[in-house]
């Protein structure tokens, strides 16, 4: 039975990609665990991974193709003693839309639809697949997956009911039939909360209005890739949706600089040198920990309240910004923190990230002090409850706890906070405690 390829949802925020590369051609065989194909993602390149095995028998997505939504079917697969002629396909693969809940369950798909890894197959899922079983003389159909994951679990097909085309048992039929935990409804909830409010209306002049204006001017238009078409949606969405508001504080940066040049001086010998923008990093993760209510993000319907500090951080890259996640950020030293973060930012800029890597935290950092920057308003980036937009240290003349005037380093920052999750007093609370860690910097060693 031909089985339909579709488009991946290679992160939980993709809705469609390009398919920038076919690495197998009609008529290949296919095992589970191949690299298939290369996919564009708004964030990165990114190889995909078949799940099941047979012949590629026809592609149906020509490769450097954009805009290919999830779930679109992009290749079809063949069984053993299959032929590509036999394919029937419902219409162009361009016009196929990904199904809703209720219609899945309802209408049988004419194919069985292969399942869009969200990870790397496992090493057990390989080799080849056993035979089809027999129940009262009649054959058991599954798809290849599906035997080979039953014989490795000790699974009777027999007994299954496949949840396939026709009746055919696939890959998570044998996955229920070994257990059933309990699911969590925030998901199905979040979706709910989600679709009520809906996407922001689009709003402004159309393009072709716009391009009216300039008639008889000379200008280039660029066109937009994944990555500017993923900010310009979700941080329209974010400010449109999120009820901001803005926390400021100026912070002396006198005692930090002492103390990391001292830091820096005694590390030279290992290679390490910490930026303030580290003990930005630190002193963020110890202050969630101090406020825990705030280490929280937000889900649609409810709150999720975070226990380790997970703090995202923007990196700056040509044409957009990744941030990066640095998870336990509490928990770890600050040169381990200086070097993850080297690493992290190297990686973002060569767009090397995987999605687990720059997805999740519940609390962000932005700094454009190294711009000259004296201050500035940071975009919450959903799902978060915070950003920590920070400028750059300048000498100002400031009175000091004797009341005379004297030059120190002052760095502004000010905290974007959504307040469906942060009211003002705990906001001031999280914002009071990131101030006193920079302006006490030792005690982050405690």
């Known amino acids: 039975m031909a089985t339909e390829i579709l488009m991946p949802a290679l992160s ?11 690495l197998k051609k009609e008529g290949d065989e296919v095992v589970s665990g191949d690299i298939i194909a290369e996919i564009e993602t708004d964030k990165a390149t990114m ?66 639809v292969q399942e869009s890894p969200k990870a790397p197959a496992t090493k ?39 949840s396939g085309p026709k009746g055919r048992i696939v890959k998570a039929d044998v996955e229920s039939a070994q257990t059933a935990p309990a699911k969590s409804d925030a998901p199905k909830t979040a979706a709910k909360a989600d679709a009520a409010v809906g996407k922001p209306a689009a ?117 957009g910004l990744f941030t990066p996640v640095l998870k336990d950020a509490d928990m770890k030293s600050l040169s381990a923190l200086s070097a993850e973060m080297k690493d992290l930012a190297k990686r973002a800029r060569d767009r090397k990230l995987a999605p687990h890597e720059y997805q999740g935290g519940s609390f962000a950092i932005s700094n454009l002090g190294m711009f000259g920057i004296d201050n500035f308003d940071a975009i919450v980036n959903p799902p978060h409850a915070g950003i920590l937009a920070v400028g750059s240290g300048v000498k100002k003349p400031v009175v000091n706890a004797d009341g005379e005037i004297e030059v120190a380093t002052v760095m502004s920052v000010t905290m974007s906070v959504d307040h ?27």
């Open 12 to 22: 939980p925020t993709m809705e469609e990609g390009t398919l920038a590369k076919w």
């Open 47 to 112: 190889e995909f991974e078949a799940v099941d095995e047979g012949i590629l028998g026809k592609i149906l997505v020509a490769e450097g193709t954009e805009g290919v939504k999830v779930n679109q079917p992009i290749a079809i697969l063949l069984e053993e003693g299959e032929s590509a002629d036999d394919i029937e396909t419902s219409g162009a693969p361009a016009k196929t839309a990904a199904p809703s809940e209720e219609s899945s369950k309802s209408e049988p798909a004419p194919k069985e």
């Open 124 to 162: 057990d899922a390989g080799g080849k697949a056993p035979p089809a079983p027999v129940k009262d003389g009649k054959r058991v159909f599954a798809s290849p997956l599906a035997r080979r994951i039953a014989e490795q679990k000790g699974v009777d097909l027999t007994a299954l009911s496949g």
């Open 203 to 319: 709003t402004g002049a159309s393009a072709e209005q716009v391009i009216k204006m300039y008639e008889g001017r000379e200008f280039e238009e660029v066109k937009l890739d994944g990555m500017r078409k993923t900010i310009a949606s979700r941080l329209s969405e974010a400010k449109q949706t999120i009820p901001h508001f803005y926390l400021r504080r100026d912070i002396k940066l006198d005692a930090l600089m002492k103390f990391r040049a001292q830091l820096n001086k005694q590390l030279e010998g290992r290679g390490v040198k910490l930026s303030v923008n580290d003990f930005i990093i630190k002193a963020v993760a110890l202050a969630l920990q101090s406020q825990p209510e705030a280490n929280a993000v937000w889900a649609g319907d409810r709150v999720l309240r975070l226990k380790p500090s997970d703090v995202a951080v923007a990196v700056a890259i040509e044409g």
């Open 420 to 446: 469906r999750v942060i009211d003002g007093a705990l906001g001031a609370n999280l914002l009071k405690a990131i101030v006193e860690n920079l302006e006490n910097p030792m005690v982050m060693l405690a």
